[in-house]
């Protein structure tokens, strides 16, 4: 599992117009969220979910090298297959290390579930659409997490 992490200041994501999931931190007293977009890939479990939800939650990118735990941070949850892209050879990926959506669907949902269950706010996109991700990078600070 791979977890591409965004410190933010807002984001929101959009699915044929209509937002579907946004998060705004000042609204929680919060400086910062953060964006996860995750890539699962065949080997990945639950508890591979589980546990980099945990690792994320606890993750000191925050202001004063604090973690959303730390300062009730929300995360935005996107499904991002794209993240298991091979370029190693020609100019167009191989998606082969993706998992396919049957295995990757209740894995995301297993991370954002699991995020919750520590007591984040977290909102989702919509796995499969095409969605417009929009948000403010922040620092910039961008982290990728795997397992």
Do not use: C
């Amino acid at each position: 599992m791979r977890i591409l992490v965004q410190r933010t200041t807002a984001a929101e994501v959009t699915v044929a117009g209509e937002v579907v999931g946004r998060i705004d931190p000042a609204a929680h007293g919060a400086p910062h969220g953060l964006v996860a977009l995750v890539g699962v890939t065949h080997t990945d479990t639950g508890a591979t979910a589980a546990a980099l939800a945990e690792k994320l939650w606890r993750l000191r990118v925050l202001d004063g090298e604090r973690s959303a735990a730390d300062l009730d941070a929300p995360i935005l949850v996107i499904s991002q297959f794209t993240l298991y892209a091979d370029t190693r050879k020609g100019r167009r990926p191989s998606w082969s290390m993706a998992a396919p959506g049957s295995v990757a669907e209740p894995l995301v949902a297993v991370f954002a579930d699991a995020l919750r269950g520590l007591g984040a706010t977290v909102a989702t996109g919509r796995f499969g659409a095409h969605m417009k991700v929009e948000l403010i990078n922040d620092g910039p600070v961008t982290v990728l997490l795997e397992s």
